[in-house]
């Protein structure tokens, strides 16, 4: 018999993670610590008790799952993933995942890995503006779909079942395309977030969608009023009308809970919402839960449901609770497969190999990518037809310090081994080739310099903590790239984009028309980071390999395997010139 009930009200709460970059334990592998508060085993107790206050739930992973640790590393070396479950997998489908959306580093490692690592995913994985191309893969057309639909069944307080659709869109960066071309180009087509998001929302409610879930990896523009990005494009998809909660991801920020999109119009920090839309970011590596619990009206008389209240919070994953003992041990053979493949030895340094000042003076482990990038470069070069030109190599630090009391990826002189290099190089890069000229690597360099605080002669004072007081800590570390083959002095006196001169080349002050091929990582050829110039067209060669695997075979190139360069005190930062060696 029907309810005599006008309105009956419940609540939907909706649980995202976003860019766990394949931590599952919660231990790093680099430090061979356990890390407390860190990987999906730890989130898991944060999804343990969301689920108990609210029991009508969705668990959605939002992108960035399968890249990005020492384990995938192993999984992509060594384990069978056509033949059988990625582990990473049997720990979404132990926590009953609802739906799944792709995220860029998805793609990192080809569409076959990418059909066979969700191939035994016990829930839709989607993705609304990635389109298939005849070229891909059969078994990935046959695991992807456009958008998830779930059906909920909700039994109101005179125990009748009231339906509950779903629908879950999701989306990501089209510049998966640049960055992985070599493993995308005629396979798949991206098209735009925002258009297709739209397109798919208004399908999806004419289809008869009760609530609207966008699963977007994808962040906004931080530290500015513009919120025009095709990257970042988080505040123009908050303006879709027919969206009920917003999941982003991709810049690793938690929402609420920052200030950074804080110059925005119509963002709430604290509440949550942007736009009027509530939004959420879970942060990196499994930190937070990102909570969005919608409160549901149901209307008796017309037989649907309307958002009327929603909630927004990243819930920061407890550090005291231990991690859960059932996910690490779903995943301990992989784990202890991952400690044996990390200790293989691949030769020696006679130099230490660090990171922590690379922010203001030459860095020896920057060096020794740079060198290794050169020696690809070479080897590639010479299989094609094109001109011989100069070569140089640029390459930023991934794990530098912004201060003086800050750790760093340090690998000290003696044996190196697999883990030592996946240390030194932690992203899943190929080696492009770039042409430019010698105003173009100026301008290069002039976006590297913004890394630099600006700062006034009093400031400036040789070696001390006015080095560290340079550094400008809203510019990431991998952004500030130095170019080997190349001398110059960065002025942090100067204006913005100002403040590289006396640079030279050979020893001669390089010519603006000069040319030269620069070995990159792919993502920055390809537009990573916005550095003028360098948008994929300036590209004239792509390599193949992983770059860890170009450290790995330069190091068996060398004589006895052994790396024992100096490090190169090519470029300078003004003030700091007499500062130690890195």
Same mark, same amino acid.
């Given at each position: 018999?029907?309810?005599?009930?006008?309105? *009956?009200?419940?609540?939907?709460?909706i649980m995202?993670?976003?860019?766990?970059?394949g931590?599952?334990?919660?231990?790093?592998?680099?430090?061979?610590?356990?890390?407390?508060?860190?990987?999906?085993?730890a989130?898991?107790?944060?999804?343990?008790?969301a689920?108990?206050?609210?029991?009508?739930n969705?668990?959605?992973?939002?992108?960035d799952?399968i890249?990005g640790?020492a384990?995938?590393d192993?999984a992509?070396?060594e384990?069978p993933v056509?033949e059988?479950?990625?582990p990473i997998?049997?720990v979404?489908n132990?926590?009953?995942?609802d739906?799944?959306?792709l995220?860029?580093?998805?793609?990192?490692f080809?569409?076959e890995?990418?059909?066979?690592?969700?191939r035994?995913?016990?829930?839709?994985?989607i993705s609304s503006?990635?389109?298939?191309?005849?070229?891909?893969?059969?078994?990935?057309?046959?695991?992807l779909v456009?958008q998830? !639909?779930?059906d909920?069944?909700?039994?109101?307080?005179?125990?009748?079942?009231?339906?509950l659709?779903?629908?879950?869109v999701?989306v990501?960066p089209?510049?998966?395309m640049? !960055?992985?071309?070599?493993h995308?180009?005629?396979?798949? $087509?991206?098209? +735009?977030m925002?258009?297709?998001?739209?397109?798919?929302?208004?399908?999806?409610?004419?289809q008869?969608?009760d609530?609207v879930?966008?699963?977007?990896?994808?962040?906004? =523009?931080?530290?500015?009023?513009?919120?025009d990005?095709?990257?970042?494009?988080?505040?123009?998809?908050?303006?879709?009308d027919g969206?009920d909660?917003?999941?982003l991801g991709h810049q690793?920020?938690?929402?609420p809970?920052? $200030?950074?999109?804080?110059?925005?119009?119509?963002?709430?920090?604290?509440?949550?919402t942007?736009r009027?839309?509530?939004?959420?970011?879970?942060?990196?590596y499994?930190?937070?839960?990102?909570?969005?619990?919608l409160?549901l009206?149901?209307?008796?008389?017309?037989?649907?449901?309307?958002?009327?209240?929603?909630?927004?919070?990243?819930?920061a994953?407890?550090?005291t609770?231990?991690?859960n003992?059932?996910?690490e041990e779903?995943?301990n053979?992989?784990?202890?497969?991952?400690?044996? *493949?990390?200790?293989?030895?691949?030769?020696?340094?006679?130099?230490?190999?660090?990171?922590?000042?690379?922010?203001w003076? +030459?860095s020896?482990?920057v060096q020794?990518?740079?060198?290794?990038q050169?020696w690809q470069a070479q080897?590639?070069?010479?299989?094609t037809?094109?001109?011989?030109?100069?070569?140089l190599?640029?390459?930023?630090?991934?794990?530098?310090?912004?201060?003086d009391?800050?750790?760093?990826?340090?690998i000290?002189?003696?044996p190196?081994?697999?883990?030592?290099i996946?240390?030194?190089y932690r992203?899943?890069?190929t080696?492009d080739?770039?042409k430019?000229n010698?105003?173009?690597?100026?301008a290069?360099?002039?976006?590297?310099a913004?890394?630099?605080?600006?700062?006034?002669?009093?400031?400036?004072?040789?070696?001390?903590?006015?080095?560290w007081s340079?550094?400008?800590?809203e510019?990431?570390?991998y952004?500030?790239?130095?170019?080997l083959?190349l001398?110059?002095q960065?002025d +942090?006196?100067?204006a913005v984009g100002e403040r590289?001169?006396e640079?030279?080349?050979?020893?001669?002050?390089?010519?603006? $028309?000069?040319? *030269?091929?620069v070995?990159?990582?792919?993502y920055?050829?390809?537009g990573?980071?916005?550095?003028p110039h360098?948008?994929g067209?300036?590209t004239?060669?792509?390599?193949a390999?992983m770059l860890?695997?170009?450290?790995?075979?330069?190091?068996?190139?060398? =004589?006895e395997q052994? *790396?024992v360069e100096?490090?190169?005190r090519h !470029?300078?930062?003004v003030?700091?010139?007499a500062n130690?060696k890195?």
């Open positions: 018999m029907p309810s005599t009930n006008k309105n *009956f009200s419940t609540t939907l709460r995202e993670t976003s860019d766990v970059h931590q599952v334990r919660s231990f790093d592998y680099f430090s061979q610590q356990s890390q407390a508060g860190f990987g999906l085993a989130t898991a107790n944060a999804i343990e008790q689920r108990q206050q609210q029991p009508l969705l668990l959605i992973e939002n992108g799952l890249q640790s384990l995938a192993w992509v070396a384990y056509a059988q479950t990625h997998l049997k979404l132990a926590l009953n995942y739906v799944a959306n995220g860029n580093h998805e793609f990192n080809g569409l890995f990418l059909a066979d690592t969700y035994d995913a016990q829930f839709p994985v503006n990635l389109q298939l191309l005849e070229a891909a893969p059969e078994k990935l057309k046959q695991r456009s998830a !639909w779930i909920l069944a909700v039994t109101d307080t005179q125990g009748t079942e009231l339906p659709k779903v629908a879950v999701g990501l089209p510049q998966i640049q !960055w992985d071309q070599h995308l180009a005629n396979k798949v $087509e991206v098209l +735009p925002l258009s297709s998001a739209q397109h798919a929302v208004r399908r999806v409610r004419e008869g969608a609530v879930i966008l699963a977007a990896h994808t962040g906004m =523009p931080k530290q500015t009023s513009d919120p990005d095709n990257e970042q494009a988080g505040w123009l998809l908050a303006g879709i969206v909660a917003l999941l690793h920020e938690v929402f809970g920052t $200030e950074v999109y804080n110059a925005l119009s119509d963002v709430d920090s604290s509440k949550g942007i009027g839309t509530p939004a959420v970011q879970p942060g990196l499994g930190s937070h839960l990102g909570l969005i619990d409160t009206s149901y209307n008796y008389s017309q037989a649907s449901w309307q958002v009327i209240d929603a909630q927004s919070e990243s819930r994953v407890s550090k609770i231990p991690a003992a059932h996910i779903l995943v053979e992989a784990h202890q497969a991952t400690l044996t *493949f990390m200790q293989q030895p691949i030769g020696t340094t006679s130099r230490t190999l660090s990171y922590r000042t690379a922010r003076q +030459p020896s482990a020794f990518v740079q060198r290794a050169v080897q590639l070069l010479s299989a037809e094109l001109p011989e030109l100069p070569i190599s640029a390459a930023a630090p991934f794990d530098a310090a912004y201060t009391a800050d750790q760093a990826t340090t000290a002189a003696g190196l081994t697999r883990g030592a996946g240390d030194l992203y899943p890069n080696l080739i770039v430019l010698g105003a173009q690597l100026h290069w360099l002039e976006r590297s913004e890394g630099v605080h600006a700062a006034t002669a009093p400031a400036i004072a040789e070696g001390g903590p006015s080095c340079l550094i400008n800590p510019f990431p570390h952004n500030f790239d130095s170019i083959g001398s110059y960065i +942090p006196q100067q590289v001169s640079i030279r080349y050979d020893g001669k002050p390089l010519q603006a $028309e000069q040319e *030269f091929y070995a990159t990582n792919n920055r050829a390809n990573g980071g916005d550095f360098l948008d067209s300036t004239v060669v792509r390599g390999d860890s695997d170009v450290l790995l075979k330069y190091i068996d190139s060398l =004589p052994n *790396f100096e490090t190169d !470029w300078q930062l003030g700091c010139e130690k890195a």
